[in-house]
């Protein structure tokens, strides 16, 4: 009798449809995986076993329950349930006047056909992961894993033991890039569960300067899964702004971890614009390892209805003379929950560190909620940190000035939504995609009602 | 145009108008002068429309409309404009695109088709000029990281733009040197018509050089003591006020009837 009581169990948990996955991929590919990938996936695999899906009374999950994601029936998307990506189904998520190359991901695979190639600055290899990992690309071999370490949490892992769709970057040293580097990874499956581990390595070479935009979207309404992670890598002098998209459907789940790292006098600057996702968490880990570097990370989401956004950031300072300054703004509507944790590490070495952090919130209803919470963990003592969230509404005097001039309540209202996202925006410096999350905002808050 | 009576008005609880008359007729420019803390700025603030502001008595009669029915935006829509003494930095707005919104909004209360970018960009040139704005300032978000100097002369390029029927210019003057005053006057005077009306509010008599009033009105306590003309802003300049305090205090906190 205690027997059939536990055989179930013990069959229900060797079941999980991730480690089925896992096992799934380790039979098709692994075997002729080259040995330093097969060694990513193994360990991915083990931590994830090992500590399995955080819940809430993890101290990093709090607000943020993953057992939705835990529930789901993951498995690789299938071909009988891909809506077809065409030119005109995926031109939403594409910035029109572009001409420069756009890499388009179709569930986790590049789809040539979609995808552009041209007008790469000569010397910049942009491969798709699985060529990398056949050519066994020593600069690829050199860095991926190495940043995103398996034990950073279970997605992480999730995503190492999985490893095998996505695409590297490399830029040459002194090269600088003018045309903007674009990546779509679109999702299509029309079944819940549909999951995709998408990889992003970019090496930026010393003294090289790039900038590269990460979307994320879906064409289906159904419960599927994104687990991306990106890693970047700032040689000495590198400058790389590094432009992060997120407009999954609203019934889908969205995880993303981006780890950086960077070298002497490098200068990075990352945005996080998270729109879309029934729940996303984004967590974005710069580490400033050598003196002079300057890391600027900023941060729009938006959200409404029962969607739930949550940030992570974590800065590591290990060396002195380093700068980061942080910008997170956040519109929370309807019965959105938003969720940012920004934590600055000052470590003993870290003298002359100047780091600021600031998080804006607005609430557009009384049911949003907004859980911010800065973490200032500093052990150098001749250091400039300062903090400030806020959580609020409209400031009266602004809503005044634009109707003592003629505009309307609800249009000041929403010209000041706008606005607030706008300041974020603003600091994008590729004029294309500036001007779609511009249209996209006037669209969500200041287009009259038909 | 404008009839104030007996106006009352409150913030907070405590008492700052105490029955304030004042009347202004087309083509007409008051000065309302007063000590601090007299109650300049809440007339002014009542005036648009400010809601921190609780009116417990009296009335404004705007072109035979009650004002204090309408809301801030329908009072601008109908032509009441405030210059104000702290314009507000408006972080992501364009100032272009706000002027334009503000335009718009008028230009269609008053069955007038809106104007599109290009006529747009045209008329704000002109009064740009006027003003002696540098055109950057129209690519910049309102009034952020402007001067003191450009954010006043940002509020009368705002009012050449709207063409209001009631200006009122809550010290407008104060912050600025004379090279600016005289810019600022010189606008404000483009502007006089006889359709039209202007209060000036003002703490010296400088600005009263460049725009010459009608009228003068000491406003202090909460109500006007005093009603001149434009001698009674040069009297207060080398005088004080102290002369006209305390004849206000000895004749038991009444104003002096004076007729306008």
């Known amino acids: 009798m205690e027997m059939s009581t536990i055989a179930p169990i013990l069959s229900e948990t060797k079941a999980d449809p991730f480690v089925l996955s896992y096992e799934t991929l380790e039979k098709s590919v692994d075997a002729s995986s080259p040995p330093w990938v097969r060694a990513l996936r193994h360990s991915g695999n083990a931590h994830f076993e090992e500590v399995g899906f955080p819940d809430t009374s993890h101290e990093e999950w709090r607000f943020t329950n993953v057992g939705p994601i835990s529930r789901l029936n993951a498995h690789a998307p299938r071909a009988e349930d891909l809506i077809a990506a065409t030119p005109e189904s995926i031109s939403p998520y594409l910035f029109k006047s572009l001409a420069s190359t756009t890499l388009v991901f179709v569930n986790g695979v590049l789809d040539l056909a979609l995808s552009c190639l041209t ?38 892992a999730l995503n190492g033991s999985m490893i095998e769709n996505g695409v590297a970057i490399r830029i040459p040293a002194n090269v600088k890039v003018e045309a903007p580097v674009f990546i779509l990874f679109l999702s299509t499956s029309q079944a819940d569960g549909a999951t995709v581990h998408s990889r992003i390595l970019i090496v930026a070479g010393h003294h090289s300067e790039a900038r590269v935009v990460e979307s994320h979207a879906g064409l289906a309404d159904s419960a599927y899964f994104s687990n991306s992670v990106a890693e970047l890598v700032l040689e000495e002098g590198a400058k790389l702004e590094h432009c992060r998209l997120q407009f999954e459907r609203t019934t889908a789940f969205h995880v993303a971890t981006v780890q950086a790292h960077q070298a002497r006098s490098s200068n990075l600057t990352t945005h996080s614009i998270s729109l879309g996702a029934r729940l996303a968490r984004i967590n974005v880990t710069p580490v400033l390892d050598a003196e002079g570097c300057e890391c600027t990370m900023n941060g729009l989401y938006v959200a409404e209805g029962d969607q739930l956004v949550d940030h992570h950031t974590t800065i590591h300072h290990a060396k002195p003379n380093c700068n980061s300054h942080e910008f997170y703004h956040g519109i929370l509507d309807g019965k959105a929950q938003g969720v940012f944790n920004g934590k600055i590490f000052v470590r003993p070495d870290a003298q002359r560190t100047d780091a600021k952090q600031t998080n804006r919130n607005l609430l557009l209803s009384d049911e949003a909620t907004i859980n911010t919470k800065p973490q200032l963990e500093i052990f150098a003592d001749d ?5 400030g969230a806020t959580v609020g509404q409209l400031q009266d005097e602004a809503i005044f000035y634009l109707r003592a001039r003629g505009i309307g309540l609800e249009a000041a209202r929403r010209m000041l939504v706008h606005a607030f996202a706008s300041s974020i925006l603003n600091r994008i410096t590729i004029d294309e995609v500036r001007t779609y999350l511009d249209d996209q905002m006037f669209d969500l808050f200041e287009r009259p009602p038909a | 145009m404008l009839e104030i009576k007996n106006l009352h008005a409150e913030a907070a609880g405590k008492k700052i108008l105490k029955g304030l008359n004042l009347t202004l007729r087309k083509g007409e420019v008051h000065a309302i002068m007063g000590p601090n803390g007299s109650g300049k700025s809440t007339l002014a603030q009542v005036l648009a429309g400010r809601d921190a502001y609780e009116i417990t008595a009296g009335s404004i009669t705007y072109l035979g409309q009650d004002l204090l029915d309408l809301e801030p935006e329908e009072r601008a829509r109908e032509g009441v404009f405030l210059a104000f003494q702290y314009p507000v930095e408006i972080p992501g707005v364009n100032s272009t695109y706000f002027l334009k919104a503000a335009l718009n909004e008028l230009r269609k ?8 970018a290009i006529d747009f960009l045209q008329l704000v040139k002109e009064k740009m000029k006027i003003l002696e704005l540098p055109q950057s300032l129209l690519n910049r978000p309102v009034n952020e990281g402007f001067s003191g100097g450009e954010k006043k002369r940002n509020e009368i390029f705002q009012m050449a733009v709207l063409e209001p029927r009631l200006a009122v210019l809550d010290e407008t003057d104060s912050g600025l040197d004379i090279d600016a005053l005289r810019i600022v006057a010189e606008g404000v005077n483009k502007l006089k018509g006889p359709e039209n009306a202007q209060l000036v509010i003002t703490h010296y008599q400088r600005l009263l050089d460049y725009i010459v009033p009608d009228f003068v009105h000491v406003l202090y306590d909460g109500k006007i003591i005093r009603t001149g003309d434009k001698s009674l802003a040069l009297d207060l300049e080398e005088r004080g006020y102290d002369w006209l305090l305390e004849a206000y205090e000895k004749n038991g906190r009444r104003a002096e009837s004076v007729p306008a």
Do not use: S
């Open chain 1, 119 to 156: 007008g790469l600055t000569k010397g910049v290899e942009v491969v798709d992961l699985p060529t990398a990992i056949r050519q066994e690309l020593p600069w690829v071999a050199a860095h991926l894993g190495r940043y995103a370490r398996v034990d950073e949490n279970a997605f992480v």
């Open chain 1, 383 to 387: 250091v400039k940190c300062t903090h």
């Open chain 2, 109 to 116: 209360h008053r069955g007038l088709p809106e104007l599109d």
